[in-house]
């Protein structure tokens, strides 16, 4: 679980973050003079709020303060965030459930079975930190050396942004590469404590440029349903249809069959 100084960090983070995307003209106040950063500066979003300014100050400096639920609800009107960055306010904040800790235990053999009958669909079962805990021979061939003899499992984080070959199977690797690193964001916010994603984030941060420059963006997204573009080893681009599947009683694990966007429903984005 997230100690209470790293998520008062990642509070001021987060909303510096959305503070400095935001322009005078886009919220309405007028634009006075030169700014050394960019944004809104801090009273001027206090005031949009409703909300003291030195009371914001303290707030973004991660200092030891509780927040409300209203002030919270004006922050992110002011912020102009949505449904997905309010919700990833509250939880910074503490006024969100905890999040559910992760299973450590091996995947059971009957549920590991599952991708292995669904083939030929490439199909697989991931955990919330993107480890890939099983998987059949289809996928392993759309997702060429993701799964290696390396000691640590296989992961999907990992394959996007550290393995070259990805910038290919990816027909729109950036949006898809961006779009993942904000869903593992959003994760390692709730789960802040666990070596895991530590070890993950720093390694991704070592490996990739374009880690390293949007990181600090803080963009958060949640996985959702809808279509991707890869290039399949035999039909070339190819475009598939997806869709999240929590596993049973955890919300950590999910699993994915994917088909090609003509054949209809199925599966789970990485």
Sequence with gaps: MPTEPDQRRQLSEFLRSRRERLTPEEVGLPQTGRRRTPGLRREELALLAGISA??????EQGR??????????ALATALRLDRHERDHLFQLAGHAP?????E????????GAIPLLLQPNPAYIIGGNYDV??????????????ITEADRPANF????????VARDV?????????????RLRTLA??????????RLIEDLNEGSAEVRDWWPQYEVQARHSGRKRLRHPQRGATEYAYTAFTWPNSRNRRWSSMSTAANGPTGAQP
Aim: proline share 8%; hydrophobic share 40%.
């Design 64 to 73: 030891k303060i509780r927040v409300s639920t209203q002030v919270l609800d």
């Design 54 to 59: 030195t009371w914001y100050t303290y707030l």
């Design 98 to 102: 905890a999040a559910e800790a992760e």
């Design 133 to 146: 805990l099983s998987h059949n021979q289809a996928a392993q061939e759309l997702f060429p050396r993701l």
């Design 104 to 111: 450590c235990e091996p995947l059971p053999a009957e549920a």
């Design 157 to 164: 984080a990992r394959w996007v942004f550290l393995e070259p």
């Design 189 to 198: 916010a709730r789960h802040s404590g666990d070596p895991r994603y530590t």
């Design 170 to 182: 990816l027909v729109d690797w950036e949006p898809e590469a961006r779009g993942l690193l904000g």
